[in-house]
């Protein structure tokens, strides 16, 4: 599962599943209701101590933006080195990420190659 190979491969202590509200690049996208998609979250990871499922930017709602993310868990947890895990797809779009160099210091970036997706 690519859970754990994150989880071993990056040497994290706890993998965090943020399912965003919007996504800035996918404006016209309609996901599935946010209740089914923390439902098959906590599912697919049900038992793993080392996985949570966070609803912050469900929460939030409107556009998710990573920096705001990011800033949260920094306030919450300023000792902590924080990993982004991203589709490889969106590395080139990293640029155009709101404030993305502020977001390049304070979190490092890890892409995982998505199933016939870039890599």
């Not at 949260?72 to 155009?96: N, W």
């Amino acid at each position: 599962m690519l859970a754990d190979a994150a989880l071993d491969e990056l040497s994290l202590e706890m993998l965090y599943l943020i399912p965003a509200a919007q996504s800035p690049f996918k404006p016209d996208d309609k996901p599935a209701d946010n209740a089914s998609r923390v439902q098959l979250l906590r599912l697919a990871f049900a038992g793993r101590e080392n996985c949570e499922v966070d609803e912050q930017e469900l929460q939030r709602g409107g556009t998710s933006y990573t920096i705001d993310t990011v800033c949260d868990y920094v306030t919450r947890q300023p000792e902590a080195e924080l990993t982004c895990l991203i589709g490889a797809d969106h590395v080139p779009l990293l640029p155009q990420w709101r404030k993305a160099d502020e977001l390049a210091g304070l979190a490092a970036f890890a892409a995982v190659p998505r199933p016939g997706g870039a890599t």
